[in-house]
């Protein structure tokens, strides 16, 4: 188990740009797939990006490609999600979670351990 914290969320405006962390805890991080999700009033949770363990391989959603990049730094336990020409419609508390082993996935239930979220909030 690894617990997860996410910070770095607030308001901004469209075109803007924000850099979500999540840090974990414990020794095991470098063994877990990462993964960053997002849930908007009144939607579903949905997949935003993922990242292998060893950080070789992502994978994003089609409305964040070429808008939000996923990385991480093993040495500090730490995830990243920086986001950039961020839109309204990118309003959502952010969460970010752990996969056990394994390539990046979209699905949520693939992940057994959870942040508390951070929201963000993009005005027009």
């Known amino acids: 188990q690894v617990q997860l914290v996410e910070s770095g969320g607030g308001l901004v405006q469209a075109g803007g740009s924000l850099r979500l962390s999540c840090t974990a805890s414990?020794?095991?991080?470098?063994?877990?797939?990462m993964g960053w999700f997002r849930r908007a009033p009144g939607k579903e949770r949905e997949f935003v990006a993922a990242i292998r363990s060893s950080g070789a391989s992502t994978a994003y959603a089609d409305s964040v490609k070429g808008r939000f990049t996923i990385s991480r730094d093993n040495a500090k336990n730490t995830l990243y999600l920086q986001m950039n020409s961020l839109k309204p419609e990118d309003t959502a508390v952010y969460y970010c979670?752990?996969?056990?082993?394994?390539?990046?996935?979209?699905?949520?239930?693939?992940?057994?351990?959870w942040g508390q979220g951070t929201q963000v909030t993009v005005s027009s």
């Open positions: 979670a752990a996969k056990q082993w394994g390539g990046p996935s979209a699905i949520a239930s693939d992940y057994v351990d």
């Open positions: 414990g020794r095991t991080f470098v063994t877990y797939a």
